[in-house]
């Protein structure tokens, strides 16, 4: 039998009865028909109705509520049944990223948009519902992975933290073929976050139950050299468990380096990748004596 959820004021209990018995949805605005879908277990129509909510509520206070039912949606697999139509052919992958970092005396925010593409793109971009800009500091570049396939990045500067609310992301070819989807970002929970616990050394954190349906969050740890006023990645490497807190010795020259060290939660929006990252950085100096 379909597992089934009832939502009450943004709070999860489980029901014996079906959507259609139940009084509380007698009415038939989108939120109420978003309720009722993920009760029933309809995740396409629950996303679209989220969707329609987002469109029209311009009560502010309702926005906690949409977070809560939309982060109870992703219970169910990770955000995978959200959307059930694929990429279209010429497009291998579309990876949406939120990335916080805190550096010494500053934080800093970035939103970040990689695809990999069969056909040649003349523009990426993401926009806030109602066609809003998120930023004017922005660069698209291109490599080639492949015979036939380039990986472009759109790299959005921000001066703040990427809220929740509706996006729409829109890939546009050279040859004017297009393809776009809404995308709902909720507020994100940092189940595993990272801290500097000494002067090298760091401390992986869990702050809450992880969802059995979504990746494990990796930690992912960098160093760069700074050379012609450009940081250049020397070294990297990517865990999914058993996280380090230190960088082990002789892993570069002696040097003064940025460290930069991050912990990235992965989900889905149907065949969208989104990702959240938490970066902290700090200057890394390597005597002869380490």
Not at 150 to 166: A, C, D, F
Request: proline letters at 5%.
């Amino acid at each position: 039998m379909v597992k089934k959820y009832v939502l009450l004021g943004a709070l999860a209990m489980s029901a014996s009865i079906s959507a259609q018995d139940s009084p509380w949805f007698q009415s038939n605005t989108p939120l109420t028909q978003a309720h009722k879908h993920l009760l029933n277990n309809d995740l396409p129509a629950m996303f679209s109705s989220l969707v329609e909510v987002w469109q029209l509520e311009k009560n502010q206070t309702l926005a906690p509520h949409l977070n809560e039912l939309f982060l109870q949606s992703l219970q169910v697999d990770c955000g995978k049944g959200l959307d059930t139509k694929p990429l279209p052919t010429w497009l291998d992958s579309v990876t949406v990223r939120r990335t916080d970092i805190q550096s010494p005396g500053r934080d800093s925010y970035r939103a970040t948009i990689k695809v990999e593409s069969q056909k040649e793109l003349s523009d990426v971009t993401l926009t806030k519902w109602v066609s809003r800009s998120i930023s004017s500091d922005n660069t698209l570049t291109s490599n080639a992975i492949g015979d036939t396939v380039t990986e472009y990045t759109k790299r959005y500067n921000l001066n703040s933290r990427l809220k929740m609310g509706l996006y729409r992301i829109d890939v546009t070819a050279a040859d004017q073929t297009s393809w776009s989807s809404w995308l709902v970002l909720g507020e994100p929970q940092a189940k595993v976050s990272v801290r500097w616990q000494s002067k090298d050394k760091w401390k992986v954190e869990r702050n809450a139950l992880l969802n059995p349906h979504c990746p494990l969050p990796k930690l992912d740890t960098s160093i760069y050299d700074y050379v012609d006023g450009k940081y250049n990645r020397v070294w990297n490497s990517t865990y999914e468990s058993d996280y380090p807190n230190v960088i082990a010795p002789n892993t570069v020259s002696p040097g003064r380096y940025v460290l930069a060290v991050a912990v990235n939660h992965v989900r889905w929006q149907g065949p969208i990748i989104v990702e959240q990252s938490q970066m902290i950085s700090k200057t890394y100096d390597v005597s002869l004596e380490d």
